[in-house]
């Protein structure tokens, strides 16, 4: 017992400690970066709002692409072989429960074919209608991180000019007891913004691309299986 008394006087010191530590961390990352921000000026807080919207979009896309099973592979394989091993009707349930674009595609043109007079156009024209919705689902908040990646440079281009100016005319106040280290520490300061735009904009472009990239990916594999669906309607229905 009276151990059970000092292990958990020991774990509340610990919790104490650990509490204290990170609100000292806390005030400490506040200081620096409100030492930041009156280094930097207003351009420093206009890219600190778009870094907040940027990574706010990033995290949103990595969210809805995992829920859109993007993740986890195409399943046009499968569909395609159970297809072809004239299964496709106990593959409709597994199909409607996936969620990748793929299988919405893919299950448009099975619907429409399993119908006594299917006509296929019917269900060519609903596969590009559904996949057509998905890629605007993905492609939604792209412009966003294209217009963070475009401008936050510029905007810390803009506030090193601005840092610039001020520098050399401090300078010119001077006079003749101009100090060149005035000039240096102006000069460093008006380049803080350039490198925060930097670090605003590249995991913005870097993120962009790489979902571009999934997007074109899952657009050619949407239009693939619904042309080869099609293809292998086609050609049972000629062996019939």
């Known amino acids: 017992m009276p151990g059970a008394v000092i292990r958990s006087a020991n774990l509340e010191i610990t919790l104490k400690r650990l509490k204290a530590k990170s609100m000292d961390t806390l005030s400490t990352l506040k200081e620096n970066l409100m030492h930041l921000l009156e280094l930097g000026g207003p351009v420093m807080l206009v890219l600190m709002f778009l870094s907040i919207i940027g990574t706010t979009v990033i995290i949103a896309k990595l969210c809805q692409f995992y829920s859109m099973d993007l993740f986890k592979g195409s399943p046009a394989q499968i569909i395609l072989k159970n297809v072809v091993n004239q299964t496709e009707n106990n593959m409709s349930n597994r199909i409607e429960k996936s969620r990748h674009p793929v299988s919405a595609v893919a299950l448009c043109i099975l619907n429409e074919l399993r119908q006594l007079k299917s006509d296929p156009s019917l269900g060519e024209k609903e596969a590009i209608r559904v996949g057509n919705k998905k890629l605007s ?26 840092g610039m100016v001020e520098a050399f005319y401090m300078l010119q106040e001077s006079g003749s007891n101009a100090n060149p280290s005035t000039l240096s520490g102006g000069i460093w300061q ?26 074109s990916v899952t657009s050619d594999r949407m239009g693939n299986i619904t042309l080869e669906l099609l293809a292998l309607k086609n050609d049972h229905s000629k062996q019939h």
Not at 137 to 162: C, D, K, N, Y
Not at 193 to 205: F, K, Q, R, S, Y
């Open 137 to 162: 689902q993905m492609e939604s908040g792209f412009w966003l991180l294209e217009l963070i990646a475009t401008i936050s440079p510029l905007l810390g281009l803009f506030g090193t000019v601005l």
């Open 190 to 215: 008006a380049l803080l913004t350039t490198a925060a735009g930097l670090v605003v904009a590249i995991p913005a472009l870097v993120s962009l691309k790489c979902f571009e990239r999934l997007t």
